[in-house]
């Protein structure tokens, strides 16, 4: 997380279960930004909202004609849904946190994932 280095030297420091459960928060934090709630079901359903999530973000990314504020909120979404599939299928608790920060609208500062 090299546009976090305050979160990643204070992340390290932390146990495996600390790591996971900031990565939930943010997860949520990312969805809640974004007006979405979590994606429903296995995580196979998941991974499948998340891919369908990528492609709407793509094709707006694509679509010259598409507001940019557009193409924004479809890349964040995309990023908030694959937070929490990460979060919550035991992906890389720095994956999820980086993801949720895009969603977050990647803040110059991130220590307030871990209420500092």
Do not use: T
Request: hydrophobic letters at 45%.
């Amino acid at each position: 997380m090299q546009h976090w280095p305050e979160l990643a030297r204070e992340l390290v420091a932390l146990d495996s279960p600390r790591q996971r459960q900031i990565a939930i928060r943010a997860a949520m934090a990312g969805l809640k930004a974004v007006n979405a709630v979590p994606p429903e079901g296995d995580e196979e359903a998941v991974k499948i909202e998340v891919e369908r999530l990528d492609l709407i973000a793509w094709d707006a990314q694509e679509d010259q004609a598409a507001p940019p504020g557009d193409r924004d909120v479809a890349f964040r979404r995309a990023r908030a849904a694959n937070a929490y599939a990460l979060a919550r299928f035991g992906g890389s608790p720095d994956d999820a946190i980086y993801e949720a920060l895009h969603a977050l609208g990647a803040p110059e500062s991130a220590g307030f994932l871990l209420d500092l």
